[in-house]
Structure formats: structure tokens, C-alpha cells
């Protein structure tokens, strides 16, 4: 039985991780690895929301996005890598890395 969180990631981390991997499905290219995909850009929130992809979410959700201390703790721990370059590389680990929460702060968009 796989351990639920087993890198401990708290709440936020694990919050800007998921919707990384709604973005990396959506509009990411594959990265220089075997298995990354790199997102060219972060969404930036409009008012008090932000589309990622088909679904929006609220603007308070992705404010791991421009926090460095994230980046720098999901880079430690493998499941980011940072090239250098605006956007950034979700390793194979970070991609399938279970968040628990990939239902929790997605809806459909209404617009």
C-alpha cells in the first residue's frame, strides 16, 4: 500500500503541485527529460480567479505560484526542475505524484 504524502509536502506545496499537473496536461510540452513536461508560463489570476484550462480556480489556490520557497522545496524534492528559463519542468516523480486534492480545487469553467 502506497503511504499517502510520503515527501510531507504541506497544503501548499501540494496545492501549486496539482494544478501544475492540470496545466502540464493541458498546455505543457515535453521537457528534456524522459517523462517532464515544461510549462512555458504561469497563469496569473484576473479579479478573484484564474483559468487553468477548462476549469477555473479560485486566486487564493495559486499563490504557490509566485512563491520561490515552493519552487525551491518541489525542486528538493524532485518533482520540479528548475531550467534556468521563465516556467518550469515538472519532473516524471512530480507528475505522477498523488496530491490527493487533483478533485479538490478544480470546477468547470462558466465562462
Aim: aromatic share 4%; glycine share 10%; charged share 20%.
Amino acid at each position: 500500500m502506497l503511504k499517502k504524502n510520503p515527501l510531507k509536502l504541506n497544503k501548499l506545496q501540494l496545492r501549486t503541485l496539482v494544478l501544475a499537473q492540470v496545466l502540464a496536461n493541458d498546455q505543457g510540452a515535453p521537457g528534456d527529460g524522459s517523462g517532464e513536461i515544461t510549462l512555458p508560463h504561469l497563469p496569473h489570476a484576473h479579479g478573484d480567479h484564474v483559468h487553468i484550462g477548462a476549469f477555473t480556480v479560485s486566486a487564493r489556490d495559486i499563490s504557490g505560484f509566485t512563491n520561490p520557497a515552493v519552487w525551491t522545496i518541489l525542486t528538493r524534492k524532485g518533482l520540479v526542475r528548475d531550467t534556468g528559463t521563465p516556467g518550469i519542468t515538472l519532473t516524471a516523480d512530480g507528475l505522477a505524484y498523488d496530491t490527493g486534492l487533483s478533485d479538490r480545487f478544480v470546477t468547470p469553467s462558466d465562462h
